[in-house]
Nanobody, 123 residues
């Protein structure tokens, strides 16, 4: 059973930065593909970024060049560095895991989820 706990959300002005962390517990973290999704109020959950143990990554077009995901297998932690934040980045951000190394962008392909952390970007 994989458990995920996000942290690092908060309020920031447009153009600012935040770093989210996702601490994982459970078996074989290093074999899992990990992803970040976000859900804005009244909208569906949307893919943001993903990374696997080989450090292969994928990003949504809306965040390319601004967000970077990384992982520290020794700490069982995944990070999302968010720079040049925009008001449209405001959402609850979720960490997710799947028990294979293959990156996917659909939320239904991830079986484990954190509780979410709020990110609010003001103009």
């Amino acid at each position: 059973q994989v458990q995920l706990v996000e942290s690092g959300g908060g309020a920031v002005q447009a153009g600012g930065s935040l770093r989210l962390s996702c601490a994982a517990s459970g078996p074989a973290f290093s074999n899992n593909a990990m992803a970040w999704f976000r859900q804005a109020s009244g909208k569906e959950r949307a893919f943001v970024a993903a990374i696997n143990w080989a450090d292969s990554t994928a990003y949504a077009d809306s965040v390319k060049g601004r967000f970077t995901t990384s992982r520290d297998n020794a700490k069982n932690t995944v990070y999302l560095q968010m720079n040049s934040l925009k008001p449209e980045d405001t959402a609850v951000y979720y960490c997710a895991a799947r028990t294979t190394m293959w990156l996917r962008v659909r939320p239904e392909e991830y079986g484990y989820w954190g509780q979410g952390t709020q990110v609010t970007v003001s103009s």
